[in-house]
């Protein structure tokens, strides 16, 4: 498959923007481990998740489709059976580090793999506050895949200083701590999204999370629940930016997710300069969702502090390239959790800015990048994207505004978190070519 992206001539019209990520692995896990049926609307089909639902399915539980919602047969806290199989999570972080805390306290063993980019993440930020509280995990020499996990006799909860802050790992002590004798207390140094807390609070866990704290108390069960997720933040941001660096846009985004730990990206726009309304405040579950309406605006340089870096860390590369089109230098404090993504971004990103000319450097660990204004055009080049989804919708996005074209290497990579990618972006006036 080829991917080109071309110069376009402003994008226009309203769409809505497919479930979250997150929040669609979150609502699969917490709805088999209840104790009845939940009906899941408006769930991301990616392959990120798609792995985590195939995956539940091995270990026994019933998920069927009907309609546009997926329906899931939950099986209590330790239901699950062991799966003849290894558990493969294809390219997600999310899935294998959630599952992960969930298969140390069901009483069979299990393998957990991943593709080639998940085989090189670190795994020992799981490993280490998992083993304090009693489970039996491993892994590679390196701390990496694949992990196994046997049967432990005791499993108790735990008070956790985070020493990276990381929904994933977060959320990994949360599910382990379900079947853990005492209470769990986690405390991160910046706010990490609280996707897990919520849906726990949703399906009736006693719980409580403020600032940068979470404490669960022990639950005994799940109360099976009907969702549906909103739409998915960082697939919207990429549009959002797209927006607002092509002339003539004005576009609308409908029932995007507003978390505050999310939508950092979104200040920091407006700050920028940008042009950006929200209306029709509502909620799915106990997440927040509204309208994002996005005009073509002039852009000013940002600094993006390192408390900010969790909240939109996985906005970083489109906030380079909307910074390339910034007049002036952005400053991006303590960047380093870039390098450990589903690819090294920091070096992906460089590496893709340098050919469109857009000066950037490391001062110290600060990341700058010297913006060239609205009225820039990339020049056109191939963007090696090393199979990672947000580096190729990225440079995608900035082919909208080159002199011709910027083509987009492995662009299958999208799948893993956003499949409608190039179709919503073209109905929106993109102009994304595939062959
Ligand atoms: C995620 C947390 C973040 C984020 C990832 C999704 C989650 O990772 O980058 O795309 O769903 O919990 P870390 O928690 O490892 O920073």
Do not use: W
């Amino acid at each position: 498959m080829k991917l080109i992206s071309k110069s376009c001539e402003g994008l226009h019209g309203e769409i809505k923007i497919p479930g979250d990520k997150s929040i669609s692995h979150r609502a699969l896990i917490c709805a088999s481990i209840s104790d009845g049926t939940s009906k899941i609307s408006n769930l991301q089909e990616s392959e990120d998740v798609i792995n985590t639902l195939n995956s539940l399915k091995q270990l026994g539980i019933n998920i069927t489709k009907e309609n546009a919602s997926y329906h899931v047969e939950g099986k209590g806290f330790k239901g699950l059976k062991e799966s003849e199989n290894q558990l493969y999570f294809g390219n997600s972080g999310t899935g294998i580090r959630l599952m992960s805390g969930l298969l140390s306290i069901q009483n069979f063993s299990s393998s957990l793999i991943g593709d080639e980019s998940l085989s090189k993440r670190p795994m020992k930020r799981i490993i280490e506050p998992l083993s304090k509280m009693g489970v039996n995990i491993s892994g590679s020499k390196e701390g990496t895949l694949p992990l196994r996990i046997t049967p432990a006799k005791n499993i108790n909860g735990i008070n956790y200083k985070m020493p990276v802050a990381s929904a994933q790992v977060k959320s990994a002590i949360l599910f382990a701590s379900l079947g853990a004798k005492g209470d769990t207390k986690i405390i991160e140094k910046s706010i990490s999204r609280d996707h897990t807390e919520r849906m726990f609070e949703y399906f009736g866990a006693t719980i409580t999370f403020s600032e940068k704290e979470t404490i669960l108390k022990k639950t005994n069960k799940f109360t099976s629940q009907n969702l549906e997720i909103p739409g998915d933040f960082s697939s919207a941001a990429f549009f959002i930016v797209a927006a607002l660096i092509s002339k003539n846009s004005d576009i609308t985004l409908k029932e995007v997710g507003m978390n505050p730990s999310r939508i950092a990206l979104l200040d920091k726009l407006v700050e920028m300069g940008g042009n950006i309304q929200v209306s029709n405040f509502s909620s799915f579950g106990k997440e927040p969702v509204a309208d994002i309406n996005v005009k073509s605006s002039v852009l000013y340089s940002c600094e993006v502090m390192s408390d900010d870096v969790p909240n939109l860390i996985d906005e970083l590369p489109i906030l380079f390239i909307a910074s390339s089109f910034a007049k002036g230098i952005s400053r991006f404090n303590e960047i380093e959790e870039l390098k450990h993504k589903e690819s090294n971004r920091l070096k992906a990103m460089q590496e893709g800015l340098d050919k469109m000319k857009i000066k950037n450097f490391l001062d110290g660990n600060v990341f700058c990048i010297k913006g060239m204004g609205k009225d820039y055009k990339s020049p056109n080049f191939l963007a090696e994207t090393y199979y990672d989804h947000r580096i190729a919708m990225s440079f995608a996005i900035a082919g909208l505004n080159s002199s011709s074209s910027i083509e987009i290497a492995s662009p299958e990579s999208i799948n893993t978190s956003f499949p409608e990618f190039i179709d919503l972006g073209n109905r929106l006036g993109c102009n994304f070519e595939v062959s």
